[in-house]
């Protein structure tokens, strides 16, 4: 089993940034791919970004290219998703997840930390 716990989460202005931050443990050997995705109210779920447990191989989602970047710190067994130049419509609450399989369905999420960001 993985456990992840997601924070960094908050009310921002439109412009802003906040820095998410995803913790794993458990077996955390086993993961391929980690993720952030997020949820709006009213919305379904979209993938954010993606990349590789091992680092590297990093894919975003069309409306945040240029804005967010997604990391990973190997040592601490932590990814992060800058988020710069924020819009209201990235409004979410944004999950973290993981799986150990290359394709196929995320199978650990982490709890989910709101972002609000107000214009």
């Known amino acids: 089993q993985v456990q992840l716990e997601d924070s960094g989460g908050g009310l921002v202005q439109a412009g802003g940034s906040l820095r998410l931050s995803c913790v794993a443990s458990?077996?955390?050997?086993?993961?391929?791919?980690v993720a952030w995705f997020r949820q709006a109210r009213g919305k379904e779920r979209e993938r954010v970004a993606g990349?590789?447990?091992?680092?590297?191989?990093?894919s975003y989602a069309d409306p945040v290219k240029g804005r967010f970047t997604i990391s990973k710190d190997n040592a601490k067994n932590t990814m992060y998703l800058q988020m710069n130049n924020l819009k209201p419509e990235d409004t979410a609450v944004y999950y973290c997840?993981?799986?150990?399989?290359?394709?196929?369905?995320?199978?650990?999420w982490g709890q989910g930390t709101q972002v609000t960001v107000s214009s």
């Open positions: 990349i590789a447990w091992s680092g590297g191989l990093t």
């Open positions: 458990g077996r955390t050997a086993s993961l391929l791919r």
């Open positions: 997840a993981a799986r150990e399989s290359v394709t196929g369905q995320y199978k650990y």
